[in-house]
């Protein structure tokens, strides 16, 4: 097997581990709301997953910035590192201040590594493979949500509970760390062509780009929709089916993810191969699984006033396949829109933007359910954003 494959293989456990943490949290909502009674409200809950995001999102440039200046294979250890200790310490957590601190401190080791693992990616899969190699690592994600998903069931035992799995999950990833260093190198011809650009040259030179900001945009409005479902679909189906923590946590989670995952794959081998006739095939590949997340929101807000558990799985599924075209082509379009030496750098400011969005809109939600408003008229809000979002994307004029 090609080294470039490799890495790959080896970048795909960290994926799934920094995804696994953030849905155990949504999954096992009930439980960590019931031992920790000081979070009180979904204001509060949605806070707790702000925070997250915000700190993710404020040093997430500053994480492609350091991949690009130095070593990409040292900010991805080291994140890992950090991650495992943090999940770790959030399995000793007793009130509601120090599991806001331990969310606001993952995000500074989540920040380091997907901004450093895209571009490292990106560095060892030239065009014609990098759609592919892309949406392979983000099935790891995937399948760390699908795990997570599972959690509920783990933390409704009795004998085990939710904090066993953070404490589990921080040991695995300090047992993967070591080897992952070891094994993993960054792409010699990226290394030798670098150019070390101050971080004033770096920013300047995104910020200039007109195709970058519309990318930024298009990046940042669906991914809103995301962090919704991810982070509140659990709870959602518990309290609009009546099913258990255990049950909800897998519908929100285990048929989308699937879906998700195949698509991914299909959706990069798709860009790869429509990209070598037309250099705007990335584009339009992920411009067609953004309609269907459009389609798939407003069927998510509807399918509560049918009762049917299966129905909102159903459009759960239209919205994984939407979102795996979408999620395998943002950092190969990134590529076609930036210098080599601003990869990680751009998709750092990209996480910025997004995440501090996604940070609202969990707050937001929160507070919109603590008014009782309509699922129909949130998701229907999501959709329209999510809606507008395919304009962006098309008004992008790729250079390669």
Known sequence: MPYAWIVV???VPVALLNYLDRQML????????TDITGIGSEANWGKILALFKWTYAFLSPVGGYLADR???RHVISFSLLAWSAITWATGQVTNFEQLLWTRAIMGLSEALYIPAALALLADYHPGPTRSRAVGLHQIGIYCGVILGGFSGYVADDPSLGWRSLFVACGIAGMLYS?????????????????????????FDGLLRNRNFILLVLYFTLPAMAGWIVRDWMPAILKAEFGIGQGRAGVSATLYWMVAAALSAFAGGWLADRWVKVNPRGRIYTSAMGMALITLAMMGVGYSPQTGSLTVAIAFLVLFGIGWGSFDANNMPILCQVARPELRATGYGVMNMVSISCGGLADWGFGMLRD???PLLVIFGLFASIALFSIVTVLLIRPSS
Request: no cysteine; charged share 10%; glycine share 0%.
């Open 9 to 11: 293989a080896l970048l």
């Open 26 to 33: 949504a999954a096992m909502k009930f439980s960590v709301m």
């Open 70 to 72: 130095y070593s990409k």
């Open 178 to 202: 070591l080897p992952l260093f070891w094994t993993l190198r960054n792409a010699a011809v990226a290394a030798t062509a670098q150019v070390r650009l101050s971080a004033r040259s770096a």
């Open 371 to 373: 008014a009782q408003v």
